[in-house]
T-cell receptor, first 116, second 111 residues
Framework: GAVVSQHPSWVICKSGTSVKIECRSL??????MFWYRQFPKQSLMLMAT?????????EQGVEKDKFLINHASLTLSTLTVTSAHPEDSSFYIC????????????FGPGTRLTVL | AQSVTQLGSHVSVSEGALVLLRCNYS??????LFWYVQYPNQGLQLLLK??????LVKGINGFEAEFKKSETSFHLTKPSAHMSDAAEYFC?????????FGKGTRLHILP
């Protein structure tokens, strides 16, 4: 149980284009989803927290207009990187918690974004 | 704000030897503590978590961790390392509805 998927697993795009990453909870309803960014050989940096049907809460220093987060249902959250630049290249990981166990986050496999 | 410190960004042990990955936390109240493992190009997998029940927590893949309040530590151990244990390990502490991660320790297993 508690499986989280991400799609795509990797994506390459041109500078200036937008990229959408999906995060799905496959076997539970995710009351809260989190988006992280991980640079090579570094820890995870929390970007934002989203609750279903509400606006996402962004961490300090994260541009909300650049990283659009939508949490339209209890099983799906999307992260859209708008007008991507090479410095946005990174590993993006989502996680989700369920109402039954809000202290434990279940992580997706991550999405590798490369902006050319 | 809560934080965790992982001592040693890289740890190397021989196959079959004891694995010890160190983690210290800063918290004025009993925290929830976690250990996650990350294999290359993958997400994080929960190894174990401490939620103020038993101080010795057993996790998956033979790992366990002991919560020591007096030392504010939550070190991860495994009696006998296996080649498949080579990965990045993250200690984490919960803060309200967020998880704060340590910087990670890369575990290398020597044949």
């Amino acid at each position: 149980g508690a499986v989280v998927s991400q799609h795509p697993s990797w994506v390459i795009c041109k500078s200036g284009t937008s990229v959408k990453i999906e995060c799905r909870s496959l076997d539970f309803q995710a009351t809260t989803m989190f988006w992280y960014r991980q640079f090579p050989k570094q820890s995870l940096m929390l970007m934002a927290t989203s609750n279903e049907g509400s606006k996402a809460t962004y961490e300090q220093g994260v541009e909300k207009d650049k990283f659009l987060i939508n949490h339209a249902s209890l099983t799906l959250s999307t992260l859209t990187v708008t007008s991507a630049h090479p410095e946005d290249s990174s590993f993006y990981i989502c996680s989700a918690t369920s109402g039954a166990s809000t202290d434990t986050q279940y992580f997706g496999p991550g999405t590798r974004l490369t902006v050319l | 704000a809560q934080s965790v410190t992982q001592l040693g960004s890289h740890v190397s042990v021989s196959e079959g030897a004891l694995v010890l990955l160190r983690c210290n936390y800063s918290s004025s109240v009993p925290p929830y503590l976690f250990w996650y493992v990350q294999y290359p190009n993958q997400g994080l997998q929960l190894l174990l978590k401490y939620t103020s029940a038993a101080t010795l927590v057993k996790g998956i893949n033979g790992f366990e961790a002991e919560f020591k309040k007096s030392e504010t530590s939550f070190h991860l151990t495994k009696p006998s390392a296996h080649m498949s244990d080579a990965a990045e390990y993250f200690c984490a502490v919960s803060e309200r509805d967020k998880i704060i991660f340590g910087k990670g320790t890369r575990l290398h297993i020597l044949p």
